[in-house]
Structure formats: structure tokens, C-alpha cells
């Protein structure tokens, strides 16, 4: 490669971008861009970051504890390389600060802190970072644009000498249109305005009033449509800042009021948010230190070059956070571990968004987000002073996740090979997740039901619960109707406690623990892959630590916060899971069986149903159905106190009712329509054919020890083709498949 041609063809293309991206302007040019589409170039901080929000669109999701709105932004899909940080779940804590974002901009300005509120490791950060996150990739799209003003000053030499300067017209300089586009050393100096002022803001309030109204055409606060644009305080009152009043007021004065030749000192920037550098997304960890200060900076030799408007003009420039967020978002995080005295401006500053400095007032605009846990939280709530924030603040609680299926995706986003080094056994991941949900759920009050429920209510155990939520399957043990009833009440099982300071939620092992649990088991030298033996062996680990985890030390009631039986549950569950793979790797009792004796079942019903008679496939002859088939089937999959009549009528309901939410679906998959009653057909099989199974176990078990030789040559090919569907399949190689089948022999099979 030829590294000149190279960097100029780099070259080439970052000057392009500079270009396209309209990067450097006249106050002019942005008034034309401004022109041109008025409303992007009016919004505040809350208008930007709700649009934010709209850019990346949302989507409804139907889940088992009702419908949810999803803002897309939280997934991520723009950055592939940090889809590890995806947020899951958390749709109603997404559809809060969203609501909590449209009163700002119906307000017109920002009045609140947004304080995210929850147990340690439930994704408060997270939820911010993600934010920040897509708010950075918004602003450089070219509808996501923001632009700041800078005062630039020529050269005394160019002054004197003439040049081409401006926009290129060969002007003397004294005469040029504007300064904004001199290079090098055409300019002595070039001040960047600290706290992102609009350009707008250079404009008298009474003359940039009447154009934003012309040009913008809100339709006014008062009985505003959704889709109306509401002109903000920030653009409408707003004024330059301190530092820039200062700079805008000398020079005025030394033109003599001429404005025109005012602005041809400034200079439009288009800056993009960026967390790392400080622009416009600011994060402030809970550190002894203020958020904001200002410095003089004519006495800095540095600004000698400036103008002698200005020699004589002492310019403090404020600093900070505060000052460096503005025009974007601040996060505070843990901000109640800060002192009160650090934070105390804040009752004014999130109402006003005003902060007192010795000097001059900051007048700022930005979203204000805080995090903090619980018992924090609850500590400030005794305080005296809280009485004095709750008006100024918008709570919103994050609690731990408690639908399985969603803290699966943590730990699958999270931990990977690349992560950890070794092969990940099928189920590592959905171990951890099942025993971490199983430690936040409390048991139901039964009295909020009614008396035909109640008792099936206050009878529901944790895992039950647990599938509950994630699926919305009732337990098996119920019969038809009851397990209907318990579902219609599964919104209001999952919202009971919201309203009690103690929430379902609140408590429990967080995401951040689990984590940390299983980069321990990947670490373990008994095992070459991560695998479930590994984590089970650590979540024991965390339940001997009662005095470093808080919520080990929970009273048990009827089986809730019984962390150390919850990991058995969940070896227990791992077992099953494994015990059904390996039999159907080996081909003893294949799936594709257990379907076609449901589906000859599901006909006989049918015609019982309709009172029809069935064609015997043999004779031809048409027959009733054949009570004795349906009965013996019944007797494996039909819940006990189940009315026979009654189940057969809900199971052809079942089907007709799956047909018509699948139109397009042409061929039934019983699986997804009856999964329990799969279940129980297939652990009704599994008995019956124990020793078989043990056999073929035992025989794999001999192939992937020193034992191989002994078998036969028809017995080494049925291991090996069990092995290839554990791996295609299920994806099992050939370490963690003997692992967990010797796990299974130990656990399930000693004796059989």
C-alpha cells in the first residue's frame, strides 16, 4: 500500500463529510439552513431527545402480563457492536420517560429531574447509557443536526492587508460578509462558546420571537394536537450566556451598534453529543465535587490576540458538567450518595433551569436523569428536605426483571465464548436466569381475588408463578377451567404489588451477581465448557454467603425466598431438559411419534364432538369414534378432576381458536397449542421405557471414556449418531454432552 496515496484518499473522504455535514457556516448560511426546515432548528432538549425516541421508532409488544410499547432505541439494532448492552425487558419504565418527556415539551421547557429508582443492578444505567447511546448516533444524521455559535477574529495582519476571505470573494477584509470561513492563520483567535448556545439566541428576543412563530406556526399550548410543534421557553426567551452576552455587547459597542458587522465575528458549528468528549451528554459519578465553576480568561496570554473591544472586558467562562451537558442530557448517577449539599441546587435548577454562580446566573437547557436504589431512596423520603424535592421530581422504578425468558437474553447477550473462553453448554445461560427470577417473587395475597379463585391463587408455588409470567401457562395441576381463570388474572397477579413499597422486584439476586456467577463457574477446572453443573455449583456458592447478600436472609413463606431449594427446582428443571434431549437425540421415542398419537387422538375428538362417525383407515367402513383409544389417552394427559366431556370441548376450542389468530398457518403444530399435554405424554413414555433408555445411556457414556473398543460396531454407530443430533440439534459437543449425561445417569438413574 502507498501510504501517501492512502492518507489522501483518507483525506478526501473526511473533507467530503465535513463538507456534507455542513459543519462550518455563517450565521447566514444556518439562517437559510434554519429557513428551510424551521422546526428541526427550534427544538429544545426535550423536543430533541423525544425525537429521539420517534427516530428509532417503536413496536407493541403482546407478552402473557398484557401489551407493551417498545421503544427500538433500547435495542440497539444501529450499533451491532454493543448489542451486549441491549436493555431488556423494562418496556413500562421506557413508556415512562417517554410520557415524562412529552409533558416537558407540551410545557415548553424542562421542570423536572427524572429519577430512576430501583434495587442495585436493575438496569437504571443501562437504560441511561442506551439513551445516550442513540441520542449520539441521532445527531449525526443529517435531521439529528445541532449547531452552536463560536467567535472567530481575523488576523490583525489580513486586516490591514486585504484577501481573499468570506466566501471566497476576494474581497478587502474589512469588507468581508463574514469571518466564519478563514483558515489557519487568518484567524488570531477562535472562542467556542461553553455552553452550546443556539444560534438563534444572537437574534433580538422580539424579532427571533415573531420569525419562530411565523415560521414554525405552533398552534399554541392550549388544546395542542400530539402532532402540534410547541415553541419552547429555552428558543423563545432564552438568551446568550453570560460569556457570550459579554463578547456580543463589546463588539456591538465597537461597531457602533452595527450588527451586521457583528455577526460577521461569528462562526456556526454543527457539534455532535458525545459522551466521551462532554458534548451535550454528561455523566456525574457520586463524587465530593460541584457540578458547575467559571474562570477568567482574559488574563490568560493565550487571548492576548483578542480585540481590544475585549482587552478591557473581563470574560469568565463557566465549566462543569452542568455547563458541558447543556443543550443535551446530564445523568446523576447514584445521585443520593452524594451529600445533600452537592446536590441541593438541583430544586431550583430542575424546576428553572437556572443555577446561581457568583458572577452571573447560568440559564441552562438539558434533560436532568438520576439514579439511585432503594434504600437510598427511602432515606430521603425521611428526610427534611425531600418534602421540598418531590414536586421537582419525576419518579420512575426500575425493578428487576421477572419474566425468565427476558433475564435469559441478559446473560445470552453477555456471556459468550469470546467472553469466556470456553464452549457454553446448552442451558448455562437459562440455569442462571430460572434460579435468579425464582429469588425475586413474592407470594400472591390471595385476598385481592375473589373467593373462586382465591385458594388456586394462594396455592400457586414459585416456579409456577415463575411460568406464569413468562408464558402464561397455568400449572398442570389445575383443571380446565380453574387454569382459564388463573390466567385471566394474570395482570393483576403481576401488578399486585406495585402500589406497596415492598414490590415484587425489589429484592432478590440482580442480573449484575448472576453475571459475575457465571464468569466464576467458566473459570472452574473441573469442567472444560461453561455448563449448567457449573453454575448450579456457584448459585450454591451464593446462597452459603448470607451475610454478603441481603436477600439471602429473607423469611421463607410457603416456599417464596427459598433460594437454596430454588436451586435444587432448577437442577430438577435442568434434568428434565436434558433427559427429554438425550432421548430424542438418540431416536428412541422421536418427537415426531409423540405428534402423530396426539393428532389421531385430536381426530377421534373431533368426530365425538360433531357427532360424527370415523372411516376405519383399514375397512373403510365408517364407525363411532373409538371411546376406549380416547380414553386410554386420556388417562396419560387429562388433568385429575377434569370433566371428560368438558376437556374434550375446550381441546377442539383450543384448535379452532389457534386457527383463527393463524390464518396463514396451514399445517397445526400441537406442540404450541397443548405443550403441557405433550409433556405429560412424553413422561408417560419415559417411564414405561426406563431401563431402555438407561441402556443406551450407559452405552454413550462407554464411547466417550477409555471403554470405546468394547462396544460393538452397531452400538458405536447409534452413539455416534446421538452425539451428531446433540450437536446439530441441540448444540452439545462432545465434553458438555458427556458431562451432562453422566450428570443424568447420577442424578435420575442409579438403581434403574
Not at 413463606?557 to 430424542?584: A, C, P
Not at 385430536?602 to 372411516?615: A, N, R
Request: net charge negative; charged share 30%; aromatic share 10%.
Amino acid at each position: 500500500m502507498d501510504a501517501k496515496r492512502y492518507l489522501s484518499s483518507v483525506g478526501s473522504g473526511v473533507k467530503s463529510t465535513f463538507t456534507e455535514h455542513q459543519s462550518l457556516l455563517s450565521f447566514g448560511e444556518y439562517l437559510d439552513l434554519f429557513l428551510k426546515a424551521p422546526r428541526p432548528h427550534a427544538r429544545n432538549a426535550a423536543q430533541y431527545l423525544r425525537d429521539v425516541f420517534d427516530h428509532f421508532g417503536s413496536e407493541e409488544l403482546e407478552t402473557p402480563v398484557g401489551k407493551r410499547r417498545r421503544f427500538k432505541l433500547f435495542d440497539l439494532r444501529y450499533a451491532p457492536e454493543a448489542q451486549a448492552f441491549r436493555v431488556a425487558g423494562q418496556e413500562e419504565v421506557q413508556s415512562e420517560i417517554y410520557r415524562v418527556l412529552g409533558n416537558f415539551v407540551r410545557s415548553g421547557r424542562v421542570n423536572k429531574l427524572i429519577l430512576l429508582h430501583g434495587p442495585n443492578g436493575s438496569a437504571k444505567s443501562s437504560i441511561v447509557a442506551a439513551i445516550i447511546r442513540a441520542t449520539e448516533a441521532y445527531s449525526q444524521l443529517p435531521e439529528g443536526a445541532l449547531y452552536r455559535i463560536n467567535w472567530v477574529f481575523p488576523s490583525e495582519k489580513r486586516v490591514r492587508g486585504g484577501g481573499p476571505v468570506g466566501f471566497g470573494s476576494g474581497r478587502p477584509e474589512a469588507e468581508a460578509e463574514t469571518f466564519a470561513h478563514l483558515e489557519g492563520d487568518g484567524l488570531d483567535a477562535r472562542l467556542p462558546c461553553p455552553l452550546n448556545d443556539h444560534p438563534l439566541l444572537l437574534l433580538p428576543r422580539k424579532e427571533r420571537r415573531e420569525l419562530l412563530e411565523t415560521h414554525c406556526r405552533p398552534k399554541g399550548r392550549e388544546g395542542a394536537s400530539e402532532n402540534d410543534f410547541i415553541l419552547s421557553d429555552a428558543i423563545l426567551e432564552g438568551e446568550l450566556c453570560c460569556f457570550c452576552r459579554q463578547i456580543y455587547g463589546a463588539m456591538l459597542g465597537s461597531f457602533h451598534g452595527d450588527f451586521l458587522k457583528l455577526l460577521r465575528h461569528v462562526q456556526v458549528e454543527r457539534f455532535y453529543v458525545s459522551s466521551r468528549y462532554h458534548e451535550a451528554a454528561v455523566t456525574v459519578e457520586p463524587q465530593l465535587s460541584v457540578d458547575a465553576g467559571f474562570r477568567q480568561i482574559t488574563t490568560d496570554k493565550s487571548h492576548a490576540a483578542l480585540p481590544a473591544a475585549l482587552q478591557a472586558v473581563a470574560l469568565y467562562q463557566p465549566y462543569g458538567p452542568l455547563v458541558a451537558a447543556n443543550r443535551g442530557i446530564i445523568e446523576y448517577a447514584d445521585l443520593l450518595k452524594r451529600p445533600m449539599e452537592h446536590f441541593k441546587y438541583l430544586l431550583g435548577t430542575s424546576e428553572n433551569g437556572r443555577v446561581a454562580l457568583e458572577h452571573f446566573l447560568l440559564h441552562l437547557d438539558e434533560i436532568f436523569i438520576a439514579s439511585t436504589n432503594e434504600k437510598q431512596l427511602s432515606l430521603f423520603k425521611e428526610s427534611g428536605e425531600f418534602p421540598s424535592f418531590k414536586g421537582r421530581i419525576e419518579l420512575i422504578r426500575v425493578p428487576y426483571l421477572r419474566r425468565y425468558g427476558l433475564e435469559k437474553e441478559i446473560y445470552d447477550q453477555q456471556i459468550s465464548r469470546a467472553t469466556v473462553g470456553k464452549h457454553i453448554a446448552p442451558h448455562s445461560t437459562a440455569v442462571a436466569a430460572l434460579w435468579a427470577v425464582l429469588t425475586r417473587l413474592k407470594k400472591p395475597i390471595p385476598d385481592r381475588y375473589g373467593p373462586e379463585i382465591r385458594e388456586v391463587i394462594d396455592d400457586l408455588a414459585p416456579l409456577e408463578k415463575l411460568e406464569l409470567y413468562d408464558a402464561g401457562a397455568a400449572p398442570d395441576r389445575l383443571p380446565g377451567a380453574q387454569a382459564k381463570e388463573v390466567r385471566k388474572q394474570l395482570e393483576a397477579v403481576y401488578h399486585e404489588s406495585d402500589v406497596y413499597p415492598n414490590y415484587e422486584g425489589r429484592s432478590g439476586c440482580s442480573a449484575r451477581e448472576v453475571k459475575t456467577a457465571l464468569f466464576n463457574a467458566a473459570q472452574s477446572p473441573r469442567f472444560k465448557c461453561l455448563t449448567p453443573m457449573s453454575v448450579i455449583e456457584e448459585l450454591d456458592a451464593i446462597c452459603r454467603d448470607k451475610s454478603v447478600h441481603e436477600f439471602l436472609q429473607q423469611e421463607v413463606v410457603d416456599g417464596y425466598h427459598d433460594h437454596e431449594e430454588f436451586v435444587r427446582v432448577v437442577e430438577s428443571e435442568y434434568l428434565d431438559i436434558i433427559d427429554e434431549e438425550v432421548r430424542d437425540s438418540m431416536g428412541l421415542v422421536s418427537e415426531s411419534q409423540y405428534r402423530e398419537l396426539f393428532g389421531r387422538y385430536v381426530t377421534q375428538v373431533s368426530h365425538w364432538v360433531k357427532g360424527e362417525k370415523i372411516q376405519n383407515r383399514i375397512t373403510g367402513a365408517y364407525e363411532n369414534p373409538d371411546e376406549d383409544r380416547m380414553l386410554e389417552f386420556e388417562a396419560i394427559v387429562m388433568p385429575p378432576g377434569d370433566d371428560r366431556g368438558g376437556f374434550r370441548r375446550a381441546l377442539i376450542s383450543s384448535i379452532g381458536a389457534h386457527r383463527l389468530d393463524h390464518p396463514d398457518v396451514k399445517e397445526l403444530d400441537y406442540g404450541i397449542i397443548f405443550p403441557d399435554l405433550l409433556r405429560r405424554l412424553r413422561e408417560h413414555t419415559f417411564e414405561e421405557r426406563k431401563r431402555q433408555l438407561t441402556r443406551a445411556k450407559e452405552h454413550v457414556l462407554r464411547y466417550l471414556s477409555d471403554e470405546r473398543s468394547s462396544l460393538d460396531a452397531k452400538t458405536r454407530k447409534q452413539v455416534e449418531d446421538t452425539l451428531d443430533t446433540m450437536r446439530d440439534r441441540y448444540g452439545y459437543c462432545e465434553h458438555c454432552a458427556q458431562e451432562a449425561i453422566l450428570f443424568l445417569m447420577r442424578r435420575r438413574y442409579v438403581g434403574a
